[in-house]
């Protein structure tokens, strides 16, 4: 079991990890800063200073009294957020959604009772998933309506999964050997008051992209190869003239992939830009991906709530940080990568499976071509996805739409945004095992072996993993197959 230390910065591993169940401690410093944050808050509310959702209502209903009963206050604050819709949100970033927000917690600027965390991490040491509802947040105001499920099913309310069964959320909680979380208002109002979900599905979607775009940097590589291409376009003269940090740095880890290839001399003196301008592309995409490391890296390390405490300065300070537009700008930004690497490894494949342009191979690569048909269903259904994304690359970081009796007048929609950059990111990877599959049959109908040893070890792999397509067969899952074997051997 993994050990994830509160008091240590979050990385996206640790989000990773916590698909499975993991190990969360808080350190003494941790809980004396949680602790201090709670006195702090009652010490407040006994000057009867406002303190928006402690002694008000929410949202546009600010301007009213809330609930007297600080305990029930919790079901103010809960109660009506129970109207998200749509399919549940995937237990990883579920999951992945609660470790951010403890960690946010953790902080010790939200005034909320240590025994919160406490509860979070309990569940995050079982399979204990809440079921959230991928529909019905602008991420505005946090993440509120998936985080409200959340919050209801830690109280045993609402629905939750244990062991990957779907079930109430008391019998879940009870399976999974957690008792039912209390909270009061300030207790429920900082598990819904940021955007947990909007980092965590960004974190993940940035790692699936970055795995997919270091895939196919080294399976352009293999295609150069296999075809016997001049490696000219990797040339460091080349690129560096270019000006472009990120073409620089893709190009470099292209030319050490690639070397050792030797050009047939069959092919032409310019390949076509989806060999000759890769690195270009990938570079292009590289420096955007840096950008979307740093808004994660950011996010990660960021309290979403509202308002924050400070008690050295005898504060609350009211404000915005549950606003998740920098998260929308970069998963916005991320979904525009994702679409441009699919378009570029769909293009490879169509240039693998062609034989007026891939030195004559046979047609979709079949080993009898009418009598077998090869890659031809793998290339269908790679464009079929690269239609799908790039249907959906529409940013949603500017849809804004008022809402919330103009409370919420202006809103990023970044819980939307990361959510399909995460999709996304998914279907890319499919295309990468597409174009991969289709490498390794490319040998056995006639390419040459690679001349580079990266690229061989590469074939190597994918050859000791997936028969040749002789004859045809269902290939779905030799699809993902080899997008695990080029996953595994970036490891």
């Known amino acids: 079991m993994n050990d994830i230390d509160l008091a240590a910065s979050l990385r996206i591993a640790d989000l990773l990890a916590a698909r499975e169940p993991i190990r969360v401690t808080a350190a003494d410093a941790v809980r004396e800063r949680v602790a201090a944050g709670r006195v702090f808050l009652t010490k407040v509310l006994g ?49 992945a959604t609660l470790l951010v927000r403890a960690w946010s917690l953790a902080r010790g600027a939200s005034g909320v009772s240590p025994h919160v965390i406490d509860a979070l991490a309990d569940a995050l040491g079982t399979t204990f998933v809440p079921a959230m509802p991928r529909y019905g947040s602008v991420g505005a105001s946090g993440d509120l309506i998936p985080l409200g499920a959340a919050a209801q099913a830690l109280r045993g ?20 050997g957690l008792e039912p979380l209390p909270l ?56 560096g003239a270019y000006g472009h940090p990120g073409v620089a740095a893709v190009g470099a880890a292209m030319r050490g992939f690639a070397e050792g290839l030797t050009p047939s001399g069959q092919r032409p003196l310019q390949e076509p830009y989806s060999l000759r301008c890769s690195p270009q592309l990938l570079g292009a995409a590289e420096d955007a991906l840096r950008y979307v490391d740093g808004v994660v890296a950011a996010d990660l390390g960021a309290v979403s709530d509202n308002p924050l405490f400070f008690p050295g300065d005898d504060a609350v300070v009211h404000g915005g940080n549950f606003f998740g537009q920098p998260a929308a700008f970069a998963a916005d930004l991320l979904s525009m990568v994702v679409a441009q690497v699919a378009n570029l490894a769909e293009r490879q494949l169509d240039l693998l499976v062609d034989p007026h342009r891939n030195t004559g191979l046979p047609p979709m690569l079949a080993a009898g071509p009418g009598q077998q048909h090869g890659l031809q269903g793998v290339q269908l259904a790679s464009t079929a996805l690269v239609a799908e994304i790039r249907r959906d690359a529409m940013p949603a970081s500017m849809q804004s739409l ?53 690229c061989a070890e590469l074939l190597d792999a994918l050859a000791a993993a997936i028969p040749p397509i002789d004859p045809d067969r269902p290939l779905e899952d030799d699809v993902r197959r080899a997008a695990d074997v080029v996953e595994e051997l970036e490891r």
Not at 62 to 82: E, F, K, W
Not at 185 to 194: T, W
Not at 407 to 419: E, I, S
């Open 47 to 95: 000057d009867d200073r406002a303190v928006y959702g402690s002694t008000t209502g929410f949202g546009a209903l600010v301007g009213y009294a809330g609930r007297a009963d600080l305990r029930d206050q919790a079901d103010n604050t809960l109660a009506h957020l129970g109207a998200g819709h749509g399919p549940d949100i995937d237990p990883a970033v579920a999951r």
């Open 157 to 176: 309310r609402g629905h939750a999964y244990v062991g990957g069964e779907r079930l109430p959320a008391a019998e879940a909680l009870r399976r999974a």
């Open 184 to 239: 009061d208002g300030r207790d429920a109002l900082a598990l819904v008051n940021g955007t947990s979900l909007t980092t965590a599905a960004a974190a993940l979607a940035l790692a699936e992209t970055r795995t997919a775009h270091r895939a196919v940097q080294r399976l352009t590589c293999l295609l150069a190869d296999l075809l016997g291409s001049d490696p000219q376009f990797l040339d460091a003269r080349l690129l």
């Open 402 to 454: 008022p809402t919330n009796l103009h409370n919420q007048d202006v809103v990023p929609l970044g819980t939307q945004a990361a959510l399909r950059a995460l999709d996304q990111a998914r279907l890319l990877r499919i295309i990468v095992g597409s174009l991969a599959l289709g490498l390794r049959q490319a040998v056995h109908v006639g390419a040459r072996t690679p001349t580079a040893p990266a």
